[in-house]
């Protein structure tokens, strides 16, 4: 499958070929936070080794309401790419991904898809998207748009690309606002230290972050697996980071980084999510009952 022609001339980087042909303006990305996209390039230039086995059942959680929609023939972009981790995971069930992300990260994804023929990578973010409306067959966003100052208009800008028929995914951090006392409790503390940690310079956050993971991620998930292999699994799964039960040190690491690193989070209710897909023109919504909440994806009318 060959991919369509640039309708602007981004930062390209061809697989194994990096070429920068044309930097965006800031007057050309508006609906961008600057602060968060240098330091995701910072983050994925640090956590950019994956163990395969991992990524591939994590993916297997990110893309259970996803994959059924895609074909060998499916026209892919992945919007917010990062190190290119999930284009990695699809690469070989799709025709052809465009993966595209504004910070550096795009430098760490070229080497970790560097033998993936049908990916091709450029610098963009969701409002400088270098692709006419109406191109692919499918689109996603994956933990990205809860960092863009204005998530509802960046989503519309990205469902536009998709072809009417197409599917958008998108996985949007959710309030907790069904959560008890206690859980939100831990929740609001948890964001007060984001605040600092996220404000910090680059090497004593990523060390701060290396710290929380071990003292905060590490034994919450211990307490969880005593918890579940004691029969009380259900009880487990509503403790915070119950979801890195099966997820190694490095991820949580990754993500620990990734919560406490970053200036810029917002986050929604269930409803606000659908009504901003339905917004941005895609219907037949479906909210996957697994983690990570939320996730979802529409069909573009
Ligand atoms: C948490 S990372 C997720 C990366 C990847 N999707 C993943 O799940 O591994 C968020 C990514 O969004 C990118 N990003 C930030 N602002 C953006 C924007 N306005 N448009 C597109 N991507 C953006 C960042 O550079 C970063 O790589």
């Known amino acids: 499958m060959n991919p369509v022609a ?6 390209c980087i061809t697989t194994n070929t990096i070429k920068p042909i044309h930097v ?5 990305r508006q609906n961008v936070d600057e602060i968060v996209v240098k330091s995701f390039g910072d983050e994925w230039d640090k956590f950019n080794d994956f163990d395969d086995k991992e990524i591939d059942r994590i993916g297997g959680e990110y893309f259970d309401i996803a994959e059924r929609k895609l074909t060998k023939n499916s026209y892919v972009i992945d919007i917010g790419c990062g190190s290119g981790r999930w284009s990695k995971y699809l690469a070989d069930k799709v025709g052809f991904i465009e993966a595209v992300d504004p910070s550096n990260a795009i ?3 070229d080497r970790l898809l560097g033998n993936k023929k049908n990916v091709r990578l450029s610098q963009a973010s969701s409002d400088s998207l270098p692709f006419d409306d109406n191109t692919f067959d499918f689109g996603m966003s994956v933990g990205v748009l809860h960092h863009i100052p204005d998530t509802k208009k960046a989503l519309a800008d990205c469902v536009k690309k998709i072809k009417r028929g197409g599917f958008f995914y998108v996985y949007l951090y959710y309030d907790f606002a069904d959560r008890g006392f206690l859980f939100r409790s831990a929740f609001r503390m948890a964001d007060l230290l984001r605040g600092w940690v996220s404000r910090m ?26 918890v579940a292999s004691l029969g009380f699994k259900r009880f487990a799964d509503k403790l915070p980071l119950s979801t890195y039960r099966n997820k190694s040190f490095y991820i949580m690491r990754n993500d620990a980084l990734d919560r406490f690193g970053t200036t810029l989070e917002q986050r929604f209710s269930k ?9 941005a023109g895609l219907a037949g919504i479906e909210f996957s009952n697994g983690m990570p909440y939320h996730h979802a994806i529409g069909q573009k009318q």
């Open 107 to 109: 430098y760490v994804a």
């Open 271 to 279: 409803s606000e999510i659908e009504e901003m897909m339905k917004g």
């Open 201 to 226: 310079p680059s090497v004593p956050k990523k060390i701060i972050c290396d710290m929380i993971a071990l003292s905060v991620y590490m034994p919450m998930v211990v307490a969880g697996k005593a």
């Open 24 to 28: 965006f303006s800031s007057e050309e």
């Open 6 to 11: 640039f309708n602007s001339t981004p930062v």
